[in-house]
């Protein structure tokens, strides 16, 4: 089923990662949450979760995927939509791409790990059609501030920073 991709609340989605991205930052990680959306339904959360999983890969997006998979594996893949709060690193992109998921919408753009690079690799190409960000972009950067002001600086300047 293809998505009507314009037609899609992609605010009312990003608020669902905004949630997420809070929960995460008030247990103490990176605020940076995601939902998959197929057909209007959210069908996976996931947030940051570093310390509570001990993982450097239990990503937001990753997450998401992975309670989603379930769901895009049993059903026809197009027309799902990643939101995250955060644009997606290198790993998630390529797990989006995996998934056979179609468009990825993000919040803040990412500086430090500079990703979009990674649209132009074939694979990725064929399958992501809309790459967005921006959305509440605004919402993003206040949680960073409250919960990771060390981490924004990172991500605005694409540099590391002393704290
Ligand atoms: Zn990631």
């Excluded at 997420?20 to 930052?25: I, K, R, V």
């Excluded at 649209?119 to 409250?146: A, F, M, T």
Aim: glycine share 8%.
């Amino acid at each position: 089923m293809d998505v009507d991709f314009e037609a899609v609340d992609h605010e009312a989605f990003m608020r669902e990662a905004l949630k997420e991205a809070e929960l995460a930052g008030l247990a103490g990680e990176m605020p940076i949450g995601a939902v998959v959306v197929h057909a209007g339904r959210v069908i996976g959360r996931g947030r940051a979760q570093h310390q509570a999983r001990q993982s450097e890969i239990a990503h937001a997006e990753l997450n998401a995927l992975l309670q989603a998979e379930q769901f895009i594996h049993a059903h026809i893949h197009d027309g799902c939509i990643l939101y995250t709060t955060l644009e997606p690193c290198v790993m998630c992109l390529g797990a989006v791409a995996m998934s056979d998921m179609e468009h990825i919408v993000y919040s803040m753009t990412d500086n430090w790990m500079k990703p979009k690079p990674m649209l132009e690799v074939e694979h990725v190409r064929r399958h992501i059609k809309k790459y967005v960000g921006g959305i509440l972009e605004e919402e993003s950067l206040w949680l960073w501030e409250r919960f990771d002001p060390h981490g924004l600086k990172m991500l605005q300047e694409g540099r590391s920073v002393t704290a």
